[in-house]
């Protein structure tokens, strides 16, 4: 176990990366907001595969989130997320206050097509890729990290976030990494802590559904039918579903059967006052 660095500035950032590039060196960036589990430790693990140095940036990002949302009870736990992160080897921490990251009159934002429109999770939060897109941004180029590594949980994010760094010549590689669950199927999440006891034992159902569905779909059972029929499942096991829908992959337009391109399932459901997602490939 080593001791980690923490840089709270851009500029002590950048000192770091400076060197460690002089060194000839390559950096990795592995973006969170902290309240991290084994599903972050595994990007950090990728990320030691592409690179000799790797950075965890800890920054609960208050533009991507609206306002009725859990931005002030986001869990925030450094003292843990330190801990862990020393016994994976990581370098250093980039814990930046909310000022450091956006200075007195900040006023610009980087504006999002393609992926980040296409009715998904931007239907129901409108002005969220917005916000991830702008600080992934400012953390890209805060950092002159040569990759950045993002799981494939949020895989609409994915999506836009390597759109954007291909289409700003950001000049980083974006590493996809699988979403790691616990052993019931269910997505690791730092928000799978405000769930209840009976919420947490129902919680799995979301990924089973999504297992069952993609082996229809595999079967060639008609898409439409295999969609309704899960997404029924969903609400009827207590979930209020706010999307669960078949997409291409790569580009997230909608798919009407397996001839249009390889398939994507993605889900949004919220029990109690939690919302998860997840995703699987057919
Ligand atoms: P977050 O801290 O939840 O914003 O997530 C930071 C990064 O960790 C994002 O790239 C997420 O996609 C990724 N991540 C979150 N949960 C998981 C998981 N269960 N498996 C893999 N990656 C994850």
Redesign the pocket.
Known sequence: MSQVAVFETVKAMREAVAAWHAAGEKVAL???????????I??VTEAQKHARRVIVSIFVNPTQFAPHEDFKKYPRTFDSDRAQLEAANADAIYFPAVEEMYPPGFASRVLLLGPAAVGLEDRFRPTHFEGVATVCCKLFTQSKADFA??????YQ??KVVTRMARDLDLGIEIVP?????ETDGL?????NRYLSADERALAPTLHKVMQALAARIRNDDPLFQAVADAQNEIITAGFELDYLEARHADTLAPVTSRADGPIRLLIAARIGGTRLIDNIGV
Do not use: C, N, W, Y
């Not at 592995?30 to 972050?40: D, I, S």
């Open positions: 592995v973006p969170t907001m902290g309240a991290l589990h084994e599903g972050h595994a990007l590594i993002f799981g494939e949980k949020d994010q994915l990494l699988a979403t790691f669950r997505a690791m999440s730092s928000r």
